[in-house]
Structures are given as structure tokens and as C-alpha cells.
């Protein structure tokens, strides 16, 4: 059963950082792409970026670029997002997904049950 279990959400001022976590279980990680999106309150979920089996990164939102960065650490089991320069639009409840494709698709069918993170001063 795939799960991921996010963390490192919380309260953050504007212009400063955050760095998301997303543990995965139930399948092997490595082996397939993860994505990070988000759902802001009163909008529709939106993908940010994902990184593939292989490493390489795919933007889904481009105003996250410069800003944002995935990683993985296969050997934990884990994805993180580092968020830099944070602004107030950016508050949201942050996701995990994978849709088990090594390559980052357009539609995800796996989740996890998100972070919040809220940018305000």
C-alpha cells in the first residue's frame, strides 16, 4: 500500500525558508517519480515540481523556479522540498504524490495527507 507521511510544515515570515520532508512507504521510492503540489484555500490543487527515478526535475509551476528545490534521498525513503524566499502566497497544505512512472507524468493517483504551511508576518 502506498503511503507518504509529509512533515516540516508550520508558520514561517515572509522571505524565509521552509524544508518540507515526504516519507514514502509500501512500495520502493527509488524506482519512480515523486511530485510535490499544493491547494491553497478556495483554490484548486496545483502541481509544483517533481523529480524523477533518475533525478531529474520537472516544473509543473514556474513561479516556484529559483525558489524551490527537490531532492531525494533514496536510501530514507524520502523527498524533501526546500522553499526559499517564501511569500505569503505561498501558504498552503503541501502534498506528496506518485503516480509508480519513473518519468514525471501529467496525473497522479497516489497521495499523501499534507502540511501546512502558512507564510505571514
Known amino acids: 500500500q502506498v503511503q507518504f507521511v509529509e512533515s516540516g510544515g508550520g508558520l514561517v515570515q515572509p522571505g524565509g525558508s521552509l524544508r518540507l520532508s515526504c516519507a514514502a512507504s509500501g512500495f520502493t521510492p527509488d524506482l519512480y517519480a515523486i511530485a510535490w503540489f499544493r491547494q491553497a484555500p478556495g483554490k484548486a490543487r496545483e502541481g509544483l515540481l517533481c523529480i524523477s527515478n533518475s533525478e531529474g526535475t520537472t516544473y509543473y509551476d514556474d513561479s516556484v523556479k529559483g525558489r524551490f528545490t527537490i531532492s531525494r534521498d533514496d536510501a530514507k525513503k524520502t523527498v524533501s522540498l526546500q522553499m526559499n524566499d517564501l511569500k505569503p502566497e505561498d501558504t498552503a497544505v503541501y502534498y506528496c504524490?506518485?503516480?509508480?512512472?519513473?518519468?514525471?507524468?501529467?496525473?497522479?493517483?497516489?497521495w499523501g495527507q499534507g502540511t501546512q504551511v502558512t507564510v505571514s508576518s
Open positions: 504524490a506518485t503516480d509508480l512512472t519513473s518519468w514525471c507524468p501529467e496525473n497522479y493517483d497516489y
